[in-house]
């Protein structure tokens, strides 16, 4: 909902702050030419329209205008604002300004953004339906959504959805596996002699550090087995330190009762010399072993290393990949031999899912025909009272070309006009008469009032060409409209300015050397003033009042 408009030197507004309600009506109303439109222009600034220099007012610098919406935690922008990387407040608001060279900027809650984001976010908060243009229902890639809301397909489109996506996986897995199969085709020499030559050769994928390792090691092994023979010497020198130390320990041990304690810490002590020189002496002659140089086992080493390298360099690929490499490669040759009887089943699967989606497809085309026949009838109904009751709405749904079936159907849906008995429907768009078309959208928008994110509405002399009854039908259903959305509407109509639940007059002031705008929210004895004003015209009789009053009276 749009919370609040704030205007700085837009056309013939200095300042300008506005609030709004959540829900409800709101009229704004004024004389010819006082800048009834210059509101919604300046709205549309903040929500991505183009803009140039001719919108600032004389002798400002620039003009600026900002637009606060209250958003809801389920609303399309939250995605939109995630997307971007934008962050998420309790208020959104979009602000721009223009500059005197025609250069401008926009930001989204005071964040730099792009006009063209200004505008996607734009599109999901208002809809602005106006004598020259038109939002929202217009636009026919909207008409499908609109039917689908309207009928309830939420189920068939699901449906739908899911059967597409089911197709695609289908014809996706059978185009991989015919590409696959050609490739192999194409290579099987190079892949039949590739696996036997990797299979001789039976990577690992740790072969490079482990042999790499063993060869470092036997190169050192001549150097380090002479150091730790020299180790070992040193202990056997002699006696020998274990033997020196095993007779030192019998001694003190067969003394130690006779010294009441005194070599008890002694004898600890070479207790655990004698236990940590006997395992040094056993580790290193293990070592010792280990370390024997052996040439004949360095060269296989090498030559296996050199082996790994070049398969890896001739593959492009690794050591530790050429164990997935030939695993690969021995997948594409057995879906070769397999081939045709593996590509039949993809064939046949990928069939078997189209054939679903054509099924969920065809249910949803059914249930399009019946919803856009109650839309037809529900919007016949509100032609009439609104001076169209010869023109016919038709909901026009045609199968589409295989090439643009989607995730959506198989068929497109338009909504058309015929203004005449006897004319044939053509696109709503085409309507030369701007009233009857906004009328046209009005009617819609009462009845898919649920349908689109957009929670604000505005329609800009919707009642253009019209008075009296009909005048009174287009606030009625205005109003109905206002019980599910917030709307606003720029309005001559004494009749649909009674049932606004807020007025705003629109005023402008004139002097010689400039002039300005201003909006003023309207008290009861206000709307009374105005009202009468666009019954009677410049001179405000006691009649217009009266009849200004029941008017009002008559909303209550």
């Known amino acids: 909902m749009l919370v609040s408009l704030s205007i700085r030197d837009f056309v013939l507004i200095e300042k300008l702050d506005l609030t709004f309600a959540d829900r409800g009506l709101g009229a704004l109303t004024g004389e010819t030419g006082a800048g009834k439109s210059i509101l919604i222009d300046a709205l549309g600034l903040a929500l ?306 189209r054939a679903a989606y054509v099924k969920a497809a065809e249910v949803q085309a059914a249930a399009r025909r019946k919803g856009a026949a109650r839309l037809d009838k529900a919007v016949a109904a509100e032609l009439g009272p609104l001076k169209l009751e010869k023109a016919k709405f038709v909901t026009e749904i045609a199968a589409l070309p295989e090439a643009d079936w989607s995730a959506a159907g198989i068929d497109r849906v338009q909504f058309t006009v015929a203004t005449n008995p006897g004319a044939p429907p053509a696109p709503i768009a085409r309507i030369a008469s701007g009233g009857e078309l906004s009328r046209f959208l009005l009617a819609l928008k009462v009845r898919l009032a649920k349908v689109g994110d957009a929670s604000t509405i505005v329609f800009d002399e919707v009642d253009s060409g019209i008075g009296g009854a009909t005048a009174a039908a287009v606030g009625e259903r205005l109003k109905r409209l206002a019980k599910d959305v917030q709307v606003l509407v720029v309005t001559h109509s004494p009749q649909v300015a009674a049932v606004a639940d807020r007025h705003w007059l629109i005023r402008k002031t004139t002097t010689r050397s400039s002039a300005s705008t201003e909006v003023l929210a309207l008290d009861a004895k206000g709307r009374r003033e105005e009202i009468a004003r666009m019954l009677s015209g410049a001179e405000v009789t006691a009649e217009a009042r009266a009849a200004a009053a029941r008017l009002l009276a008559a909303t209550q």
Do not use: C, Y
């Open 48 to 353: 991505g329209a183009r803009a140039d220099s001719g919108a600032i007012r004389r002798g400002a610098a620039q003009a600026s205008v900002a637009a606060a919406f209250d958003v809801p935690k389920d609303h399309a922008v939250h995605a939109i604002l995630a997307e971007q990387g934008l962050d998420a407040e309790d208020v959104l608001t979009l602000r721009r300004t223009v500059g005197a060279d025609g250069r401008g900027r926009a930001f989204v809650n005071d964040q730099p953004a792009s006009v063209a984001l200004l505008r996607r976010l734009g599109e999901t908060l208002v809809e602005i339906q106006g004598q020259m243009e038109q939002h929202g229902l217009l636009d026919v890639a909207t008409h499908r959504i609109s039917l689908d809301a309207f009928a309830g397909l939420e189920k068939q489109a699901e449906a739908v959805r899911a059967a597409w996506r089911d197709w695609q996986a289908a014809e996706q897995a059978r185009a991989e596996a015919e590409a696959a199969a050609v490739a192999a085709r194409r290579d099987e020499d190079f892949l039949r002699h590739a696996v036997k030559e990797l299979e001789t050769l039976a990577p690992k994928a740790d072969d490079e550090e482990t042999l790499a390792s063993e060869r470092q090691l036997m190169r050192a092994g001549s150097a380090l087995g002479e150091a730790v023979a020299q180790a070992l010497g040193e202990l056997e020198q002699g006696r020998g330190a274990v033997a020196a130390l095993r007779a030192a320990h019998r001694l003190v041990e067969r003394n130690a009762d006779k010294a009441g304690g005194r070599l008890d810490v002694s004898l600890a002590a070479l207790d655990r010399a004698l236990s940590e020189a006997t395992e040094a002496q056993a580790q290193l002659e293990t070592a010792r072993d280990s370390l024997e140089f052996d040439p004949v086992r360095l060269e296989k080493i090498e030559e296996r290393l050199f082996a790994l390298r070049a398969a890896a360099r001739k593959h492009n690929v690794s050591v530790a990949e050429l164990a997935p490499l030939a695993e690969k490669m021995r997948v594409q040759l057995a879906a070769l031999d397999d081939g045709e009887a593996g590509l039949k089943k993809l064939a046949a699967a990928a069939d078997t899912a």
